[in-house]
């Protein structure tokens, strides 16, 4: 079966960098998107980018950009979310979710759990 | 790129029906057939419920069925349950491999 299962909480202080893996399994992992979104508490969900685990294409939301790098390691079937510069404001749940179109990223289909992911001085 | 517009709050009683609204522009949900809605419990993962504006993956009960109209797409929920209350997002591809979603929907089920 499909699972997409993600690295544990983390706490970091402002400024500090986090790096949140997503390791997928039960499916060809480079036949599929990735996508990464954010849910800060009591908020709605915010798509954040996307990578194709096909050719490592990525795109990032515009308020993002700059301080986001999405990767993927076909040999492990994971893929990577690093945020830099973390401000208060980045503190939220964030979950990885497959794109089965694998070309562009129009629904996400499976997710991962979600990693919580705590900045505070 | 904007949020989508989801009324803040729905309600229903047991065997109602409701239908959620989300609306956007021409450069989301009017330029593309790839409109989905999401399930989300209080501390779960979302849950795909429609994508492709009508389609509903396996699994998931007819009673849940999506709709468009110009910007405005549509989810609705007939034959309510007490297992049906959560919050609701609409999500929509908006061009240049860019998603935008809905700022979600709280349904209560009375």
């Known amino acids: 079966q499909v699972q997409l299962v993600q690295s544990g909480a983390e706490v970091k202080k402002p400024g500090a960098s986090v790096k949140v893996s997503c390791k997928a399994s039960?499916?060809?992992?480079?036949?599929?998107?990735i996508s990464w979104v954010r849910q800060a508490p009591g908020q709605g969900l915010e798509w954040m980018g996307w990578?194709?685990?096909?050719?490592?294409?990525?795109n990032y939301a515009q308020k993002l950009q700059g301080r986001v790098t999405m990767t993927t390691d076909t040999s492990t079937s994971t893929a990577y979310m690093e945020l830099r510069s973390l401000r208060s404001d980045d503190t939220a749940v964030y979950y990885c979710?497959?794109?089965?179109?694998?070309?562009?990223?129009?629904?996400?289909?499976?997710w991962g759990q979600g990693t919580l992911v705590t900045v505070s001085s | 790129q904007s949020a989508l517009t989801q009324p803040r709050s729905v309600s229903g009683s047991p065997g109602q029906s409701v239908t959620i609204s989300c609306t956007g522009t021409s450069s989301d949900v009017g330029g593309y057939n790839y409109v989905s809605w999401y399930q989300q419990h209080p501390g779960k993962a979302p849950k795909l419920m429609i994508y492709d504006v009508s389609k509903r993956p396996s699994g998931v009960p007819d009673r849940f069925s999506g709709s468009k109209s110009g910007n405005t797409a549509s989810l609705t929920i007939s034959g309510l349950q007490a297992e049906d209350e959560a919050d609701y997002y609409c999500?929509?591809?908006?061009?240049?491999?860019?998603?935008?979603f809905g700022g979600g929907t709280k349904l209560t089920v009375l």
């Open positions: 979710a497959r794109d089965p179109s694998g070309y562009v990223p129009k629904s996400f289909d499976y």
């Open positions: 999500c929509s591809y908006a061009g240049s491999y860019n998603v935008v």
């Open positions: 990578i194709s685990a096909y050719n490592g294409n990525t």
């Open positions: 039960g499916y060809t992992f480079t036949s599929y998107g």
